[in-house]
């Protein structure tokens, strides 16, 4: 899984390929944090936690983070309680086959420990299936058809995809054997605190010497930390025992039951648990900054002069100067409406004479606005004279628009800038440079963009 972090910026990657339009420009953010300093993991985490401004898409994905987890909290809860009733069920009787008790503690969970040592020894470096993607998928878990439930839904099955989980899932199948050896445990303490236990043992084949022996074998592990292991003469006595037996033989058996569980069952699913947990730190998938789109990011904010002495500035991009028509023409605002009611008269009067028509189409917003205005252009060859306000964003929405209009368009499309005759509130309270600053960085991203596109400006008076 990748960190909270990357997920973000993985996320903020894959939206703004497909041409996603966010609560906050992405190239505004990106041109801000070329002058901060930071590392370049850093600084992609920054950029995309800015871009997500008001914590959308943080949390999409802590929704569809938290319902994994808490299915895995929920398998556990409910292989503790099983584990709490298959022992409390075990152990009605007051008189108990110690052996056969073990065995059931211990006999398929050592199984089970032995099968996923040998076939993690045999698939190293393998892609082992992955069960668990299928049964957490996210689109199971999160419903929703816009871009940005699709996008973190895509996200997380990748996710899940990822060589390294099958360590992650290493981890979870360790942590329910765990939950349910914990039952047992429970369920142990217990029952020998409310109830008088005998242990008893019977063999039709091992002697009680062979039982001896075993015992010992098995109690040398818990007696290493200091659980109590049956002596001889408490073995010999415990043989096909019906009755209450001695309080301190019970006592030796109980020690020895409790320590192996312990010992046996949780110690190493604890250790093979560690080591899952390890493995999945070291192989756990991780921010690839290596792809192109982040790899243009950075070398965008690697941009710097080298020696003042040196450095030739680049001429800033200009848009070329319109030419305008003498044919008939369609006026409209994008997006923004104007203060002025014939806001093109100022950049047409000079060129405008008897026979020039204008076709004014309003203010060109929704996508209604855009099929209006795309199936009138394409049934008449007309000039396209589009307002855009000097506070608008040459976003990539924005631009999209621009790019569908000129397509469009068949006699061409020129722009015209459109600028504030009146202060607003806002504006009252910035000062006369820092309004000049803003308008001149605006005025420059207009010009870039619409250079890049051989789109005209025309400027007013022209």
Request: charged residues 20%; proline residues 3%.
């Amino acid at each position: 899984m990748l960190s909270p972090q990357d997920q973000l910026t993985e996320l903020v990657r894959t939206l703004e390929t497909q041409q996603h339009v966010f609560t906050t420009d992405p190239l505004l953010i990106t041109e801000k944090l070329q002058s901060e300093d930071g590392k370049p993991l850093q600084k992609l985490h920054r950029r995309a936690s800015r871009i997500d401004s008001n914590g959308a898409l943080a949390q999409v994905l802590g929704k569809i983070d938290g319902r994994i987890k808490g299915i895995m909290v929920v398998m556990s809860i409910v292989w503790c309680v099983s584990g709490f009733l298959g022992l409390f069920t075990l152990l009605q009787s007051n008189v108990v086959n110690f052996f056969y008790v073990l065995v059931c503690l211990l006999g398929f969970h050592t199984i089970m420990l032995v099968g996923w040592l040998v076939m993690t020894l045999m698939n190293q470096g393998k892609q082992s299936t992955n069960w668990f993607a299928s049964f957490v998928s996210p689109s199971y878990l999160i419903r929703g058809k816009d871009d940005v439930t699709k996008a973190a839904v895509d996200l997380y099955e990748r996710q899940l995809q990822h060589s390294g989980m099958r360590w992650y899932l290493g981890k979870f199948s360790h942590q329910l054997w765990l939950a349910t050896l914990t039952g047992m445990l429970f369920a142990i303490v217990f029952l020998l605190v409310v109830r008088q236990y005998s242990f008893s043992w019977e063999s039709t084949l091992l002697s009680d010497q062979a039982l001896i022996a075993l015992t010992q074998i098995l109690g040398w592990l818990p007696s290493m930390v200091g659980f109590d292991v049956p002596d001889n003469a408490a073995v010999t006595q415990s043989r096909l025992v019906t009755d209450a037996m001695p309080l301190s033989v019970a006592r030796q058996w109980a020690s020895l039951l409790v320590g192996s569980l312990l010992m046996y069952g949780m110690v190493p699913r604890a250790i093979a648990w560690t080591f899952c947990a390890l493995m999945f730190r070291r192989k756990k998938m991780r921010l690839d900054i290596k792809l192109p789109y982040y790899q243009k990011i950075l070398n965008f904010w690697q941009r710097h002069v080298v020696d003042a002495d040196d450095y030739n500035e680049a001429p800033a991009p200009i848009a070329p100067k319109a030419t305008v028509s003498a044919g008939k023409k369609v006026v409209a605002l994008l997006e923004y409406p104007s203060e002025q009611d014939n806001w093109w008269q100022a950049g047409l009067n000079a060129t405008l004479n008897a026979s020039s028509e204008i076709e004014n189409f309003g203010i060109i917003d929704d996508r209604d606005d855009m099929a209006r205005l795309k199936a009138y252009l394409d049934g008449h060859p007309v000039q396209v004279l589009l307002g855009i306000h000097e506070n608008a964003l040459p976003d990539r929405g924005t631009l999209r628009k621009l790019d569908q209009i000129a397509s469009h368009a068949k006699e061409g499309l020129i722009v015209q800038l459109l600028g504030e005759t009146t202060l607003t509130d806002k504006t009252e309270d910035q000062t006369s440079e820092q309004l000049l600053e803003h308008q001149n960085i605006r005025y420059q991203q207009w010009q870039t963009a619409l250079s890049a596109r051989k789109i005209g400006l025309v400027h007013s008076g022209a």
